[in-house]
């Protein structure tokens, strides 16, 4: 038989060779490194036989999240296996791999309360199942056994699941994988032996209904992590220390940006400084917006539900709409903007020469989200897009969607964040022809090679109406989010009947292109408060200066200076609490306030502050008018723009 491996060679193997055979075939190194294979693309065990023909891949600790999701699986039934023996009487339920590590769930037996404070004694017991190197061997047996048996062993969950594989499945077989003494029902794959989990913790403990299901048991979900390499776990859980720190939430509550009611769940309360970051987000939006030939538009956030049945939400959004009635009229809150943006199209009669037609809107839109999936700014039902459409011509598509791109860049760029770019193709369920999606597709990956943009391919997830680019970018810590979409339709204009009149003096179709680059201000402000820690480039931060009064007599100069700055830009308040200097620059360190201005009776005098920078210490004596110049320049430095001064960074 041949296999073909990844740089296209064949390789030549007997009839019934495993993939361990095929890696010793290639040499011991890999024989002894390799976990598992993958063939046509699916991962299975080194012991089990390969297919003729197929395309082969040797999985090894470099293998990415390949390898990294097959030792969490492995360490998810070595977890198992110590709660059987620690605990006798509990009842497994599933343990799968998850992204960043793994889980089980477990019914204990009555009078047992397992909690975070027992993971020492757990572990210490998992550790040596590691230790013993206990192989993971597969046995195929039938359905009848293994319900056999795990009855016997009073395993209810896995008798159900094994009763469901036959119901929904047919299967007259099932697989079990053992480890030293631990035996699951289990599809696999495995890594060869326990030994190769490197290094592992588990991490917290939750309830979890049986199924999701609020009628059933609830049980007890363990979450733990494995990695090959204890120093990888041990930055793991550095950046996860890192993220709590960082955690949206507890810093919107500690800086007052934002807080959230049960009277209107999943739908954020803007604070005063909450609302600063969200206007200079706001200003920035619109100025660049304008600069790139977009008209600011709104629209309404409720209307009349045949709306959205034309467009094609009804269909494919209801259950994550709100409804309501009006004198007997079906009516929804929007979760989109694009049908309400089609209606200002077709309210005047357009021409070719108004193409390309660019529309913006800061669009309020709700969409019901399960309470358990709300988080935060993050996840939320109360939504505002940074939306804009465009409608254009079909040779206007690729210069349309490279403008996009090029506005999202320098948008990120602002921020730090470097994108990647992924190609979402035609989903399973969508409208449209296949010609339809050949040509639209083309057109976005076309424009992608225009600009020499390195991109992937990711099949099935584009819009049920259109292709799209979606832009993801890392924070400081490593985490990726996607922001940015650029999404072609030639659905909407076809269902809501937008047409314009070409050269030809005919009646043509408009293509019509999606795009959003922060996503939403809520998310995109969530996302920026973990990337900066709280600790905000000055042009966006909530209070850029608090003047500091050293004694009462300093507070009508402290005054003065505070309303000289506003009336410069400067967002700053006045401290004048009859606390002791020392811990009023503690708050305000506390608060992450870029610069704490001092004044003294030198200062009231001269009309100067003592300028303190927020980790920096004290940077000297300066007037006032020398402090906005030195704000506004390093304001300049952080938005790439031309410095209002040359001695911007020099410290005045």
């Given at each position: 038989m041949k296999v073909t491996l990844p740089d296209g060679k064949e390789l030549q193997l007997d009839d019934g060779a495993t993939g361990a055979d095929a890696a010793a075939a290639i040499g011991p190194g890999l024989a002894k490194a390799a976990l598992?294979?993958?063939?046509?693309?699916?991962?299975?065990?080194?012991?089990?036989?390969?297919?003729?023909?197929?395309?082969?891949?040797?999985?090894?600790?470099?293998?990415?999240?390949?390898?990294l999701e097959l030792i969490r699986h492995d360490t998810a039934h070595?977890?198992?296996?110590?709660?059987?023996?620690?605990?006798?009487?509990v009842k497994i339920s599933i343990g799968p791999p998850i992204e960043n590590g793994f889980y089980y769930d477990f019914e204990f037996p009555e009078g047992v309360q397992f909690s975070d404070a027992d993971f020492a004694a757990v572990e210490a017991k998992m550790k040596e199942h590691v230790a013993a190197d206990?192989?993971?061997?597969?046995?195929?047996?039938?359905?009848?056994?293994?319900?056999?048996?795990?009855?016997?062993?009073?395993?209810?969950?896995?008798?159900?699941?094994?009763?469901?594989?036959?119901?929904?499945?047919?299967?007259?077989?099932?697989?079990?994988?053992?480890?030293g003494p631990f035996t699951d029902l289990c599809r696999g794959p495995h890594a060869p032996s326990t030994k190769r989990i490197g290094a592992f913790k588990l991490q917290s403990v939750a309830g979890a209904y049986w199924r999701g299901d609020s009628d059933r048991t609830m049980l007890t979900r363990v979450y733990g992590t494995a990695f090959f390499k204890q120093k990888e776990l041990d930055a793991f859980l550095h950046m996860l220390e890192e993220a709590r720190a960082r955690d949206h939430r507890r810093l919107g509550k500690d800086l007052g940006l934002f807080t959230f009611s049960e009277l209107a769940p999943g739908m954020p309360l803007w604070q005063p400084p909450g609302m600063a970051i969200w206007n200079q987000l706001t200003d920035l939006w619109r100025t660049e917006n304008r600069r790139r030939g977009y008209e600011e538009v709104k629209t309404p956030i409720l209307w009349d539900v045949e709306l959205f049945k034309a467009s094609g939400h009804w269909q494919n959004y209801r259950d994550?709409?709100?409804?309501?009635?009006?004198?007997?009229?079906?009516m929804g809150l929007k979760p989109m903007n694009c049908p309400g943006h089609v209606q200002l199209f077709k309210d005047v009669r357009r021409s070719y020469r108004d193409l390309p037609l660019r529309f913006s809107e800061q669009g309020l839109v709700h969409r019901h989200e399960p309470s358990g999936t709300l988080h935060g700014l993050m996840r939320?039902?109360?939504?505002?897009?940074?939306?804009?459409?465009?409608?254009?011509?079909?040779?206007?598509?690729?210069?349309?969607?490279?403008?996009?791109?090029?506005?999202?860049?320098?948008?990120?760029?602002?921020?730090?964040?470097?994108?990647?770019?992924?190609?979402?193709?035609?989903p399973e369920k969508r409208l449209g022809s296949d010609e339809m999606w050949d040509q639209a597709e083309a057109a976005l990956e076309n424009a992608l090679k225009r600009q020499g943009l390195e991109y992937e391919i990711n099949p099935g997830d584009g819009a049920f109406y259109g292709p799209k680019i979606d832009l993801h970018m890392k924070d400081s810590l490593g985490r990726s989010w996607q922001l940015g979409t650029v999404q072609l339709d030639y659905q909407m204009p076809e269902r809501l009947d937008a047409t314009y009149t070409g050269a030809d003096n005919a009646?043509?179709?408009?293509?019509?292109?999606?795009?959003?680059?922060?996503?939403?201000?809520?998310?995109?402000?969530?996302?920026?408060?973990?990337?900066?820690?709280?600790?905000?480039?000055?042009?966006?931060?909530?209070?850029?200066?608090?003047?500091?009064?050293?004694?009462?007599?300093?507070?009508?100069?402290?005054h003065e200076a505070a309303a000289t700055l506003r009336a410069a830009g400067v967002r700053v308040r006045v401290d004048d609490r009859t606390e002791s200097t020392g811990r009023k620059i503690r708050d305000a360190e506390l608060s992450k306030i870029p610069y704490m201005l001092v004044i003294g009776d030198r200062e009231a005098e001269s009309g100067s502050v003592a300028v303190r920078r927020h980790k920096g210490g004290d940077e000297g004596t300066i007037s006032i008018d020398d402090f906005i110049a030195k704000v506004n320049d390093e304001i300049a430095v952080e938005r790439g723009e031309p410095a209002a001064i040359a001695s911007a960074t020099s410290g005045a």
């Open positions: 598992a294979v993958k063939v046509d693309g699916h991962t299975q065990d080194l012991a089990r036989p390969l297919v003729d023909g197929a395309a082969l891949e040797i999985v090894t600790d470099r293998s990415g999240a390949d390898a070595v977890l198992a296996a110590a709660m059987l023996e620690l605990y006798p009487g206990e192989a993971f061997v597969r046995e195929d047996i039938s359905v009848a056994d293994a319900l056999a048996r795990f009855r016997a062993e009073g395993q209810d969950y896995k008798v159900e699941l094994i009763e469901d594989l036959v119901k929904n499945e047919g299967v007259d077989t099932v697989s079990l994988y053992t480890n994550n709409m709100y409804f309501t009635d009006i004198e007997d009229r079906p939320v039902r109360h939504i505002t897009q940074d939306d804009a459409h465009i409608f254009c011509t079909e040779d206007q598509i690729e210069d349309e969607v490279v403008g996009c791109l090029d506005f999202g860049f320098d948008i990120y760029k602002l921020f730090g964040f470097e994108p990647r770019l992924e190609l979402s193709t035609r009646e043509h179709r408009p293509i019509m292109i999606h795009r959003a680059l922060l996503g939403s201000f809520e998310r995109f402000i969530g996302i920026l408060v973990e990337h900066y820690a709280g600790e905000f480039p000055l042009w966006l931060t909530p209070t850029q200066a608090v003047v500091l009064p050293i004694a009462d007599r300093h507070n009508d100069a402290s």
